[in-house]
T-cell receptor
Framework: DGGITQSPKYLFRKEGQNVTLSCEQN?????MYWYRQDPGQGLRLIYY???????QKGDIAEGYSVSREKKESFPLTVTSAQKNPTAFYLC?????????????FGPGTRLTVL | GQQVMQIPQYQHVQEGEDFTTYCNSS?????IQWYKQRPGGHPVFLIQ?????EVKKQKRLTFQFGEAKKNSSLHITATQTTDVGTYFC????????????FGGGTRVLVKP
């Protein structure tokens, strides 16, 4: 089965701790994305990567970091510098990063910081 | 920065009725995409519009891209309970790095 997996589905952390969210895809897609979704709102882009070993900041990158060492993996670290980290985090991928390609989303990770 | 607005934010529809949701961008778009997110789920791609004035249909769903490529609409006829969810439009501006900018979504609730 091809697709995008995110783990875990639910994550609880204490305030001040860094936490890493996993995103893996076996679609052989070049581009990967991280979005944040708050209740009743749209998706906001955190980081995106168009190719391995390269990534760019999205609209709300402060307090987050990413890496793209492998084509199939794009982990997101939510650092203690992120002021309000509780949210639903969605990872997505597309064949290319040049725009105009359908994005495939993973099931998401719901992060709660206590 | 680029903004994409959707109206209405909520749409309560009687089963069998039609409704339309609208998407407006502050800048001219190169493409626009529509996604559907079921409650508790993740967004799923519905369609992409590229040409000015383009109209595309998927069964009971009709998507339209405005002539100026700054707005779009989604019209659903004969609403069914399976249409429940949030519909997002997402615009692409080539000058902005080809990133998708999502609207806030229209949450559709269907009354049986």
């Amino acid at each position: 089965d091809g697709g995008i997996t995110q783990s875990p589905k639910y994550l609880f952390r204490k305030e001040g701790q860094n936490v890493t969210l996993s995103c893996e895809q076996n679609l052989n897609h070049d581009a990967m994305y991280w979005y944040r979704q708050d209740p009743g709102q749209g998706l906001r882009l955190i980081y995106y990567s168009q190719i391995v070993n390269d990534f760019q900041k999205g609209d709300i990158a402060e307090g987050y970091s990413v890496s793209r060492e492998k084509k199939e993996s794009f982990p997101l670290t939510v650092t203690s510098a992120q002021k309000n980290p509780t949210a639903f985090y969605l990872c997505a991928s597309s064949i290319g990063g040049a725009g105009g390609y359908e994005q495939f989303f993973g099931p998401g990770t719901r992060l709660t910081v206590l | 920065g680029q903004q994409v607005m959707q109206i209405p934010q909520y749409q309560h529809v009687q089963e069998g009725e039609d409704f339309t949701t609208y998407c407006n961008s502050s800048t001219t778009l190169s493409n626009i995409q529509w996604y559907k997110q079921r409650p508790g789920g993740h967004p799923v791609f519905l369609i992409q519009l590229v040409k000015s004035g383009e109209v595309k249909k998927q069964k009971r769903l009709t998507f339209q891209f405005g002539e100026a490529k700054k707005n779009s609409s989604l019209h659903i006829t004969a609403t069914q309970t399976t249409d429940v969810g949030t519909y997002f439009c997402a615009g692409i501006v080539k000058a902005a790095g080809n990133k998708l900018t999502f609207g806030g979504g229209t949450r559709v609730l269907v009354k049986p």
